[in-house]
């Protein structure tokens, strides 16, 4: 895949365009736009990539302008540091997104995201106005839109378990929740991105690939030399959970507020 980055911090566009050369080695990055001006000269220029990077406030505006100049169809992964709760309401087919600073395993699962979506002969539109309108409207996207209630299985039975009672979800070559209580139910669900997407980003954190971890069932953060964490569960689950160094910055600040 041949993929473009739209940022304006230069090292931050360096950093990413390595990180995309270790996770995905067959996308190529064409070229780095550090601005609005620069990107519309491009695109006039150029063909369509198959993938764009891109920050959404720019230095010289809103990186969604593009979208209303050019009919652009190819997924996008946005690189921002607009809290989660705001750009949760972005997600969307063609769309993704990636807190700064981009973690590695975040990264990867996004590029193989848009891969189904560049195979695709004729992808979904996206609504970028409505978009915008989320981001800057954050509490409206959020309100309602959380699952309240998890269908889980446990010994061939279907078990209704309140959101509010599931300490964490993890992924053990299937889905699994665990309560406060240390109870352990199947979910049929295929990923955790499809949990994560049900979730209030203000209560559960996705701490790595096989965990995401609700705020209250936090008993201590141990943090070690090289700037990774490693967070222990409260009894009964006593569960350990390592946050790399990428993402421990914003789960301190997820957690300190």
Known sequence: MKALIIEDELLIAR????????????????????????ARKWFLNNAEPDLIF???????????????EYRLKCPVIFT???????????KNNG???????????????????CRSVVGRQQPEPVNWPELL????????????????K??????????????????????EQLNYLYTFAGDRYLLDYNTLEEIEALLDPKVY????????????????????ENQKLTITLKAPLKIEVDISREKAPGFKKWLDR
């Open 54 to 68: 891109m920050d959404i406030q720019l230095g010289d505006g809103v990186s969604f302008e593009l979208f209303e």
């Open 15 to 38: 950093e990413l365009r390595h990180k995309i050369e270790q996770v995905a080695p067959d996308v190529t990055v064409l070229e780095h736009l550090p601005s609005l001006k620069t």
């Open 95 to 113: 769309v993704d997104y990636l807190l700064k600073p981009v973690d590695e395993d975040d990264l990867r699962q996004a590029i193989d995201r």
């Open 80 to 90: 921002t540091a607009y809290d989660e709760y705001a750009i949760r309401a972005i």
């Open 133 to 148: 309108r989320m981001l800057q409207h954050p509490e409206a996207a959020g309100s309602g839109a959380y699952k309240e």
């Open 205 to 224: 954190f996705r701490a790595n690939r096989q965990y995401i971890i609700h705020i209250d069932g936090i008993q201590r953060v141990r943090p070690h």
């Open 150 to 171: 998890f269908i889980a299985s446990l010994r061939n039975q279907w078990v209704p378990i309140p959101t509010a009672e599931i300490a964490c979800f993890a992924r």
